[in-house]
């Protein structure tokens, strides 16, 4: 059984992975009306899916351990960018806070001593050191390709190359 403030505090990363997926919907969103992202546009679409993944499993461990999951009210994300770069340095942004969100809720769970939720969010543990990898990896490439546009042509040509190398290695 979880308790009130573990569920309280689960219930919290529940929305955030909520307004992940949300976030990045519009950033595939915006990706798409620009001409020639179609890489991006598919990495966004993507990593929104992800996101409702990470939110339902959340949503199906509180109601397995006695708890009642929230389904959340959801702000509106940032809808549009000045550039490329910007979209990803909020990616990164946004995903550094996941991870803060995660490393509480081990606290949480280790001084309440719930080891079945503890066990639960080493997925969560793992999964963000490769989002962060990630994002970090895409922010350094872009800083490197600048404005120029042959660059960020090849970017986008291998975006979903360099995220399906980083699912390869964790799973
Ligand atoms: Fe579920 Fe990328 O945080």
Do not use: C
Not at 35 to 61: A, C, W
Not at 128 to 147: C, F, M, S, W, Y
Not at 159 to 166: E, W
């Amino acid at each position: 059984m979880l308790s009130k403030p573990m569920q309280e505090a689960l219930n919290k990363q529940v929305q955030l992975e909520a307004e992940s997926s949300q976030a990045y919907l519009a950033m595939a969103s915006w990706a798409e009306i620009q001409p020639g992202l179609d890489g991006v546009t598919n990495f966004f679409y993507t990593q929104s899916d992800e996101e409702r993944v990470h939110m339902l499993k959340l949503i199906r461990f509180i109601n397995e351990r006695g708890g009642f999951a929230v389904v959340p009210k959801l702000e509106q994300p940032i809808i549009t960018f000045i550039s490329l770069k910007r979209v990803f340095e909020e990616f990164l942004k946004h995903e550094i806070g996941v991870s803060e969100s995660i490393n509480e809720l081990v606290h949480l769970s280790l001084s309440e001593k719930d080891y079945a939720t503890h066990n639960f969010l080493q997925w969560y543990v793992n999964e963000q050191i490769e989002e962060e990898h990630l994002a970090r990896t895409l922010n350094d490439k872009l800083e490197l390709v600048g404005e120029d546009k042959g660059g960020i042509y090849l970017f986008d040509r291998d975006i979903m190359l360099f995220r399906n190398q980083g699912e390869k290695k964790r799973h």
